[in-house]
C-alpha cells in the first residue's frame, strides 16, 4: 500500500471541537450547503485554476454520521465510511464503493485549550502504474485537504 501524509496543521478550534465535527459527518451538511453559493470559495477555485461550477456537484453528495457517499464520472457511487472513532485522538475511514481500496486517518492532538493540530495520512492499494500516475496527485491532495479540514469553523459547527 502506498501511504501519503499531510504535514502536521494547526487547527485554531480545540481538540474536542475538531473531533466532533470529523466523528460525526452529518455535522458537515451546513458547511457543504454554504460552499455552494460561497462567492470566496468559487473565487479560490477560479485562482487554483478550478471550475467553481463543481460545487454544483455538493448537491449529489449524501451524508450519514458515518459514511459520505457521492456520484463518480465513469465509475458510479464512490463512497467512504468511518471504520473506527478513539476519542479526541483519531477517525479512521475506508472505502466502500471505490476503484482504489484505501484507507484515510485523520488525527488530532491538543495543542492548547483553544487550538490543536492536525495530520492526514491515506493509504492506498496501487499497482505500480497508478501509483507512477496518480502519486504526486495524492500528495498534493492530502496536504491540500488537510488545509481544507484546518480551515472549517468549528467553533460554530
Do not use: H
Not at 485554531?12 to 473531533?19: Q, S
Not at 460525526?24 to 454554504?34: G, S
Not at 500516475?133 to 484546518?150: N, P, R, V
Amino acid at each position: 500500500m502506498a501511504k501519503y501524509e499531510s504535514s502536521v496543521k494547526q487547527v485554531n478550534a480545540p481538540v474536542e471541537r475538531v473531533y466532533s465535527v470529523i466523528s460525526d459527518l452529518e455535522r458537515l451538511r451546513p458547511v457543504i450547503e454554504m460552499a455552494q453559493n460561497n462567492e470566496m470559495i468559487k473565487e479560490k477555485l477560479r485562482e487554483a485554476g478550478q471550475d467553481p461550477a463543481q460545487l454544483e456537484k455538493l448537491k449529489d453528495m449524501n451524508l450519514t454520521s458515518d459514511r459520505v457517499s457521492f456520484p463518480a464520472p465513469m465509475v458510479g457511487e464512490v463512497a467512504v465510511a468511518i471504520i473506527e472513532r478513539e476519542e479526541n485522538k483519531c477517525v479512521k475511514f475506508e472505502t466502500e464503493k471505490s476503484p482504489i481500496d484505501a484507507n484515510l486517518w485523520i488525527q488530532v492532538l491538543p495543542v492548547t485549550d483553544t487550538t490543536s493540530k492536525m495530520r492526514v495520512t491515506l493509504k492506498a492499494d496501487l499497482n505500480p502504474m497508478m501509483k507512477m500516475i496518480l502519486g504526486s496527485k495524492l500528495e498534493k491532495g492530502i496536504d491540500q485537504f488537510a488545509d481544507m479540514l484546518c480551515m472549517l469553523p468549528y467553533n460554530f459547527i
